[in-house]
């Protein structure tokens, strides 16, 4: 199931923490909403063995009022030390129950439900959510983490290829993202598919990141910038005909290669198709879903300048 912010706002966070049954696991780079608060000590109330795990210094922010509302819900709470270097992060943004599990772009914060673009993407796959409970583990333990990752997972540190396989798949993408960074790897990909991509960036960009843009056009790919007016992006997604990605990772090095990151590829079902205006439709949960990317997608390119 697909949501997106900041239409769908808070309740899809709210609503899969309150179906929690027996454990709920929570790694988000920054948590600070009070309707997630409250969900939460509800949920650790009616007994749920809550377990929240988040970074100890988020870029430019405190997180001493937020250590505390997270020690005032009394679930279990530890800051991820795995990640604990100068200019690395816990920048994931999950959580899973037994039965469950969420992955997105978004902070657990008033911006992300209210005012940017965000999405977020909930599946029942039982690897998926197997994976994702052996890597919480290893950070909450304070452990290398060397196991198994699902295919359909993005996981960094080591993301890059993954992430490329969306990239180059046949035919146009569409990229909505905070940023793009310096990592030449990623650049000179998008550089190389040209007028077959579309991206969408914040108006705020960096000057370093107006270089990147400035270099991706000469190469023919198309870029717009979305006025903070209209909505944040902060999401990092990208649609094709074939696969889809969403998660935490910017195209950044650090991002890719050092940080603790999480994302998921969702695939067409209809993998026939290379037609990027025509993903299918159906009974295909996940060609719905691309689609719906596609459709909010373009109503975002017209929204930008």
Do not use: C
């Not at 800051?79 to 816990?90: E, L, Q």
């Not at 992006?233 to 290669?257: C, D, P, R």
């Amino acid at each position: 199931m697909l949501y997106v912010m900041p239409n769908a706002g808070v309740k899809p966070i709210v609503r899969f923490i309150n179906h929690a049954k027996r454990d709920l696991d929570i790694n988000v780079y920054y948590l600070n909403d009070e309707p997630v608060f409250k969900a939460i000590r509800y949920a650790v109330k009616r007994g749920v063995n809550v377990k929240i795990m988040i970074d100890g210094k988020p870029y430019k922010m405190s997180i001493r009022k937020e250590e505390q509302k997270i020690i005032q819900t009394k679930a279990h709470f530890e800051i991820d030390k795995m990640f604990d270097r100068k200019y690395v992060f816990d920048h994931a943004k999950y959580m899973f129950d037994n039965h469950e599990a969420l992955i997105g772009t978004a902070n657990f914060d008033w911006s992300a439900f209210h005012r940017n673009r965000e999405y977020e993407y909930t599946t029942h796959n039982e690897n998926i959510i197997n994976s994702l409970k052996n890597i919480f583990n290893s950070d909450y333990r304070r452990t290398a983490f060397n196991g198994y990752v699902n295919r359909n997972l993005v996981v960094s540190p080591g993301s890059t290829q993954k992430l490329l396989s969306v990239i180059n798949q046949p035919g146009k993408i569409d990229i909505e993202t905070e940023e793009l960074g310096y990592d030449r790897i990623v650049l000179s990909a998008l550089a190389r598919k040209g007028s077959a991509v579309r991206i969408i960036v914040p108006s705020t960009i960096s000057y370093y990141d107006k270089k990147n843009i400035r270099f991706l056009e000469k190469h023919g790919v198309k870029v717009r910038l979305m006025p903070v007016k209209n909505v944040y992006i902060h999401a990092k997604m990208i649609v094709g005909a074939q696969e889809a990605f969403i998660g935490s990772e910017n195209f950044t090095y650090t991002s890719l290669n050092k940080n603790r990151e999480a994302g998921i590829i969702i695939y067409n079902n209809n993998r026939n198709s290379n037609n990027y205006n025509s993903v299918g439709s159906g009974n295909s949960g996940s060609a719905d879903t691309l689609n719906r990317l596609r459709d909010r997608f373009n109503k975002d390119w017209e929204m930008a300048n």
